[in-house]
């Protein structure tokens, strides 16, 4: 579905990831890890359209994708769950999920609320809240639900549980097996590694803007303390890098 292709991007000058080769698997889910800083999101934002591409491809249904603009990618069927959500907090959850559709004709809107709807009864409920007043389990929901509003074939998700409660993060979790089921591919970034791995299909593990470990999840399960390592978590003198 998506190949990335000794991929570097960065900011200016700077090159947050280098020479990351991945492939993102159709129908499955692939997670990337990372501590703080490591470049998850850069590439994420990269494969979106919204960080430069310093040398590489981008390659996305066998087609070269890497000088698109973002709105080109978002009609070809990529969407991303950002990190922090940014939702529109003074529009209503209803205008928010319109927001997310605008790449697709508006007549589409209503079977698409319907769709974010039965995935998310809660939020069916507070259609006619502003988004800044939802809970941040609620304005999760609400920002898969906006990715969801563009009909992606390709689901990019930044950080799905950071900060959320377990019983939050189950809800979460459910709408993407769901998703998964429905035959959608995911790159999902996860500050929790052990959700990821119960999850994911696939892992790639990013250090210093570099792939370090690649393979399945079950080899990744089997290599946990490689992985923890990598990630920075088995030294307990140092901070974890993410807990
Ligand atoms: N807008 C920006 N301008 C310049 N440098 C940036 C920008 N955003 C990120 N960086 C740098 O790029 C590198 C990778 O950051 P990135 O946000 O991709 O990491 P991350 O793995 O998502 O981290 P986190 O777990 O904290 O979300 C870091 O060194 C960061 O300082
Ligand atoms: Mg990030």
Redesign the pocket.
Known sequence: MLRLEVLSC??GE?T?VHKLSLEVPAGKITGLL??????????IMCIAGHVAVHEGRIIYREGDITHDFPMVRVKNGIAVVP?GRRLFSSLTVKENLIVGGYSRPKENSREGIDRVMALFPRLGERLGQLAGSLSGGEQQMLSIGRALMAQPQLLLI??LSLGLMPKIIDICYEAIVELKQEGLTILL?E?STQRALEMADQVCV?ES?QAVWKGSAVEARNSLKLIDALLGLSDESKTPARI
């Open positions: 960065g900011y700077m947050a990372g501590a703080n800083g490591a470049g998850k999101t850069s590439t990190e930044d950080e970034v500050q990013l803007g």
